[in-house]
């Protein structure tokens, strides 16, 4: 066993994994001793008070993995809590679950495979699943993708008219799109010089449109991001990036244009993909966990792969944290059982990320991916329904933006939202003087959040004793970003275990997508609808009376 547990704390007994199928959390000692603290001793917390009893509280409760530190001090918990949390932790098997996931064993049960992401930034001598199918051709990938990036940034591969290729365009949806635009963004300052990165997802085509209005169609390389090639949205907007191409280019510029992250060579035959722009991806690599395979292709290409390597080594770097720290040190293990704390004995619905850095604009949106399509489940691993809650409704927005638009309801607002806070020293990009002013509004903010303000004007007073997490690093790298990336896939992970559900499905995702390729033709030709939702049929016929005037 790995060194997950190596901390002599312990109070309640070991349960063995092999119990998890038949047992609920619920039925965990570790969890009936949280319900009894939770109801005895922290319902009623004040943290102004926690701080006051222990002077050391900050550096009790903070952790440091590599390049960033947690700051979980000013949240409603004891170091009985955390003992009880990480208890909770052992007994559901967390230890065993990780040891699961790197070893490739399949837990992605609903789809009888394993979860390998963590293999995509591994290296060959960590043997991390190396006999599972796919693996080994990992770095051979990787070696191919270097190639192209560096024949394109080079001038190497031009486009149809002999022009460099500098504007990148990702199309794809869901992790598809929000891991490469969100890193994309995260990375702006590590651009090559002259290559520009941007993205299509929504199916409504006016991305593109709105696009193809300011770029060179000789200067475009569009990098179709679907791991079955027949994800409707990206089709969709794939086709009609080839009809700009053909239409402006002609028709055999596609193949100089276009280039892809799949596994379906013959729908790539049949849409003009160049053999040598095709880069393979694996059944075992979810959409949301994605990003470290060849789905990042658009994002090396304008960041170089170099740094997307670097990207790599970072979340590689947590990887090993998660695997090896003892539990009371372990980053995404103490976040996601301070998140299950919340969740499931303060009843709380929601969760706020807040990064005060701008660049990380698109962060909170790609952990709403994360945290909600994993977690949005009501059956567990072994098909039976839960009977706790099971995921948290993720949101936020960049600082101090967000100050200006929902810290009101933070501060004032009748709703017990966690915080996490997240904050680079060091700009991407502005003067020392704004970052100052950046740094300094997000102590602020946390501070506030705690310690409220007393008033007599009952409009004016702040009732605080609102908890936060910050995180800190010394500035926005690829190899930092990686390290943020891979804590809160872990953390995800973690949660699900607890729970026991799979966070590696999205079938909820699926229905209404069927449902829409059902009501295509009803939308667009005479065709009546067939279903016998009353309310579809109306706004069906609404719809048809607006187009027709």
């Known amino acids: 066993m790995t060194g997950i547990w190596t901390s002599t704390r312990s109070i309640c007994t070991k349960v063995a994994r092999q119990d998890l199928s038949a047992r609920y959390p619920t039925d965990l000692p570790a969890w009936r001793a949280l319900k009894t603290h939770y109801r005895d001793d922290m319902k009623s917390s004040s943290l102004r008070t926690l701080f006051a009893e222990d002077s050391r509280r900050a550096d009790e409760f903070s952790v440091v993995s590599g390049d960033l530190l947690l700051d979980y001090s000013k949240n409603h918990l004891t170091g009985t809590t955390r003992d009880l949390l990480l208890e909770l932790a052992k007994e559901a098997g967390v230890a065993e679950a990780i040891e699961d996931l790197f070893s490739g064993k399949h837990v992605n049960t609903s789809e009888d495979r394993p979860a390998l992401h963590i293999a995509l930034r591994s290296k060959i001598s960590d043997q991390v699943a190396v006999e599972t199918p796919g693996v080994i051709e990992i770095w051979a990938v990787l070696t191919r993708m270097e190639k192209f990036v560096t024949a394109i940034q080079e001038g190497e591969l031009r486009g149809h008219t002999g022009q460099d290729l500098t504007d990148i365009v990702n199309i794809g949806i869901g992790g598809s799109d929000l891991g490469p635009v969100m890193a994309s963004r995260a990375l702006r300052q590590f651009w090559r010089p ?88 694996w059944d075992w690599v979810g959409g949301r966990y994605s990003l470290w395979s060849s789905i990042g292709l658009s994002l090396a290409l304008v960041i170089g792969m170099e740094h997307f390597q670097s990207l790599l080594s970072g979340a590689r770097r947590m990887d090993m944290h998660f695997r090896q720290a003892a539990a009371e040190e372990n980053m995404p293990l103490l976040l996601a059982m301070i998140s299950v704390w919340y969740n499931n004995f303060f009843g709380v619905e929601t969760h706020a990320i807040l990064p005060y850095d701008n660049r990380l604009d698109r962060f909170p949106a790609y952990l709403q991916q994360l945290q909600m399509e994993s977690s949005g489940k009501g059956v567990r691993s072994d098909n039976r329904p839960v009977t706790v809650a099971t995921g948290q409704v993720i949101w936020g927005e960049a600082g101090s933006n967000a100050q200006h638009s929902f810290y009101q309801l933070l501060h004032q607002g009748t709703r017990f939202v966690p915080v996490d806070f997240i904050l680079p020293v060091r700009s991407s990009g502005a003067t020392t003087a704004q970052q100052d002013l950046a740094i300094a509004n997000c102590l602020a903010q946390s501070e506030a959040l705690m310690e409220g303000h007393a008033s007599a004007d009952t409009c004016r007073a702040h009732p605080g004793n609102r908890p936060s997490s910050t995180i800190v690093f010394e500035s926005l790298t690829p190899e930092t970003l990686g390290q943020l990336i891979a804590l809160y896939e872990h953390k995800v992970f973690v949660e699900n275990v607890i729970w026991g559900t799979n966070p590696f499905d999205q079938f909820g995702v699926e229905l209404g997508k069927k449902l829409a390729a059902s009501l295509e033709d009803a939308v667009s030709t005479d065709r009546p609808y067939e279903g016998q939702n009353a309310s579809t049929q109306r706004l069906l016929e609404r719809v048809k009376r607006l187009r027709s005037t």
Request: aromatic fraction near 10%; glycine fraction near 6%.
């Open 194 to 281: 002259g290559m520009n990165f941007h993205s299509v997802s929504n199916v409504d085509g006016t991305q593109l449109v709105d696009l193809t209005e300011s770029l060179n169609p000789a200067q475009t390389l569009f990098v179709v991001c679907s791991k079955t090639f027949t994800t409707q949205e990206t089709m969709s907007n794939a086709a009609a990036a080839r009809e700009w191409i053909a239409g402006t280019l002609g028709a055999d510029a596609v193949k100089e244009h276009f280039a892809a992250a799949s596994t379906n060579q013959e729908a790539m035959d049949a849409f003009g993909i160049n053999a040598d722009y095709r880069f393979g991806v």
